[in-house]
Nanobody, 120 residues
Framework: QVQLVESGGGLVQTGGSLRLSCAAS????????MGWFRQAPGKEREFVSA????????YYADSVKGRFTISRDNAKNTVYLQMNSLKPEDTAVYYC?????????????WGQGTQVVVSS
C-alpha cells in the first residue's frame, strides 16, 4: 500500500508560479510511474504530467507543456510539479497518483488532492 500526500496548492495571480509536492510512503517509490492529474469544477479529471521511476522520461498534456515541469527525488520519496505562467484555466484540484505497472494505463494509488486557484 502506498499513501500519497500532496501539498503546495494555494491562490496565485495570473502569470504566477506554484510548486506542488507529493510525498509518498513505502520503499518502492522509485519503481512507480508518478503522475499529476487535475479536476476543475464541473469537469472530468484530466492528465497533466507523468514521470518515469528513474526520472528520465517525462510526459505532459499539451495544455501545460512549456509551463509546467515535473520532477522527482527518489531519495525523498517525493514528486514535484513546478507550475509557471499560471492561467485561470489552471484552477483545479491537483492530484498525484502512482502507477505500479509503469504504463500509464492505470494508476493504483491516489492522493487527496490540493487546491490551486489562479485569479485573473
Amino acid at each position: 500500500q502506498v499513501q500519497l500526500v500532496e501539498s503546495g496548492g494555494g491562490l496565485v495571480q495570473t502569470g504566477g508560479s506554484l510548486r506542488l509536492s507529493c510525498a509518498a510512503s513505502g520503499r518502492t517509490f522509485s519503481s512507480y510511474l508518478m503522475g499529476w492529474f487535475r479536476q476543475a469544477p464541473g469537469k472530468e479529471r484530466e492528465f497533466v504530467s507523468a514521470i518515469s521511476g528513474s526520472g528520465r522520461n517525462t510526459y505532459y498534456a499539451d495544455s501545460v507543456k512549456g509551463r509546467f515541469t515535473i520532477s522527482r527525488d527518489n531519495a525523498k520519496n517525493t514528486v514535484y510539479l513546478q507550475m509557471n505562467s499560471l492561467k485561470p484555466e489552471d484552477t483545479a484540484v491537483y492530484y498525484c497518483a502512482a502507477d505500479r505497472s509503469n504504463t500509464g494505463a492505470r494508476y493504483d494509488y491516489w492522493g487527496q488532492g490540493t487546491q490551486v486557484v489562479v485569479s485573473s
